[in-house]
């Protein structure tokens, strides 16, 4: 015969017993994946798309070829992170930190960058169509062969960044600051450079024939050469070809 169990026993109130339910309700659909595609937020998540890794650490991952298309990456740590080819089109990157982040061929089409910080960024042939890199700094990025057609980068920093062979097909580059950046081989057509600071900008041999908002006071303070095609009406400057690149 069994004993009585004179302890008192702890009463589960039905509001109780709904939470608890409830909760075990959400961590079960969510591991079995039941939110189609859209991950919970938190930082321990696995990549995917849609995923919200806002504000976590995510520093120094090998990230290549993952698709983060349309995830929030709103302020997340991407410092020496590889994100080589992945697909991060539509994805929310505003205040993200790419410190020295490899995006080497990556889709950044339509995504949003704008406040990021990112020092020695590789952008390397990434598609950057339509994107939003507006008050973002990017000093020494490397956009060689980048798209960056229609990409709002007004009021950026690119101070000595490489845009080689980079497409910037009516890209909106007002006050930009473009001290001694690199465009040789770039299609600026379209181009807005209203009120774009051009110290020692590299610009030699570069079509300048259809950009919009120059003026000649850029142009003193910029470098190009005799091969540099300039809008109508704007003369070449006295000071070309620059000597001093330092």
């Not at 994805?91 to 889709?107: K, P």
């Not at 465009?183 to 300048?208: N, P, Q």
Request: glycine content about 8%; aromatic content about 6%.
């Amino acid at each position: 015969m069994r004993p009585f169990d004179l302890r008192p026993r702890t009463r589960v109130s039905r509001p109780q017993r709904a939470g608890r339910a409830l909760l075990f309700l959400v961590a079960w659909a969510s591991a079995s994946g039941l939110f189609g595609g859209l991950a919970v937020a938190g930082c321990g998540q696995s990549p995917g798309p849609g995923i919200d890794w806002s504000k976590c650490e995510k520093e120094r991952l090998i990230l290549r070829g993952r698709d983060l298309s349309g995830a929030n990456l709103e302020r997340t740590d991407f410092s020496n992170t590889d994100l080589a080819s992945a697909n991060l089109s539509n994805a929310n990157m505003t205040g993200a930190i790419l410190g020295r982040t490899r995006l080497r061929e990556a889709n950044l089409e339509d995504a949003i960058l704008a406040k990021v910080q990112g020092d020695r960024t590789d952008f390397a042939k990434a598609k950057l169509t339509r994107a939003v890199l507006a008050k973002a700094e990017f000093p020494r990025a490397n956009f060689t062969g980048a798209v960056l057609a229609a990409a709002d980068m007004a009021k950026a920093e690119f101070g000595r960044a490489l845009f080689v062979g980079a497409n910037l097909r009516g890209a909106n580059l007002r006050d930009t600051y473009l001290a001694r950046a690199v465009f040789h081989e770039a299609d600026l057509s379209g181009a807005d450079l209203t009120d774009a600071y051009m110290k020692l900008t590299r610009i030699e041999g570069v079509d300048l024939s259809g950009v919009a908002g120059l003026s000649s006071q850029q142009l003193a303070r910029a470098c190009g050469n005799s091969e540099t095609l300039l809008p109508a009406k704007i003369e070449r400057p006295e000071s070309w070809p620059c000597t001093d690149f330092e």
